[in-house]
């Protein structure tokens, strides 16, 4: 498997507080993903980056930021949850080999916003 | 955008018996990969398959086989002797060739094998 974490694995927060939830890699992978899993929806890309520093925006990054000022950590802020950033949220890593790159996905943090 | 689409959100099959979920997706690009997620009541996600759309064979992983059709745009996913442990939910995922490798993911399928 490969040695990604997330922390923390559960979250109960209230609407309108900031919450930052992580992903650690050991991998030393160039790419990382945030993604929430929602029912009827799948998987949808929130943010990713690409290198230290780098990031860019997904499908659905409004209400999110994030920051990669390590390539072993990404950080995934919400910065006033609402009730509708309740969600299962996955990161993934992958190395960028064009023709064989796979992406691997973390345990998950279910975050519920009261 | 592309877009992916699985029309099955819930199946059934028996365990021993064989049993296929369907993925369609739209795309204008010509090279790109499918992928099949396992995701089992743990949460974690799981690779199954993938298939590179230039290489026409269809790819196998033990139990697992994909039926691509390219021109149709369909990428489906056959379980063979089907066991306990196949029940899950299945995500069916694309990426294209732009910058990122972004995964595209359908609504999923919830597989619940019956002993």
């Known amino acids: 498997d490969a040695g990604i974490t997330q922390s923390p694995r559960h979250k109960v927060t209230e609407t309108g507080t900031p919450v930052t939830l992580r992903c650690h890699q050991t991998e030393n992978h160039r790419y990382m993903y945030w993604y929430r899993q929602d029912p009827g929806h799948g998987l949808r890309l929130i943010h990713y980056s690409y290198g230290v520093k780098d990031t860019d925006k997904g499908e659905v990054s409004d209400g999110y930021s994030v920051s990669r000022s390590k390539t072993e950590d990404f950080l995934l802020t919400l910065e006033s949850a609402t009730s509708s950033q309740t969600s299962v949220y996955f990161c993934a890593i992958s190395e960028y080999r064009q023709r064989t790159d796979t992406q691997y996905f973390g345990p998950g943090t279910r975050l519920t916003v009261l | 955008a592309q877009t992916v689409t699985q029309s099955q959100p819930e199946m059934s099959v028996q365990e021993a018996e064989t049993v296929t979920l369907s993925c369609t997706y739209d795309?204008?690009?010509?090279?790109?990969?499918l992928f099949w997620y396992k995701q089992p009541p743990s949460r974690q996600m799981i690779l199954v398959i993938r298939q590179e759309a230039y290489k026409q064979q269809n790819a196998t992983e033990n139990r697992f086989s994909v039926n691509f059709q390219k021109a149709a745009k369909s990428f489906s996913l056959k379980i063979s002797d089907s066991q306990l442990g196949d029940a899950a939910m299945y995500f069916c995922?694309?990426?294209?060739?732009?910058?990122?490798?972004?995964?595209?993911f359908g609504a999923g399928t919830i597989l619940r094998v019956k002993s």
């Open positions: 795309t204008s690009e010509s090279d790109y990969y």
């Open positions: 995922a694309y990426r294209g060739m732009e910058y990122g490798n972004k995964l595209v």
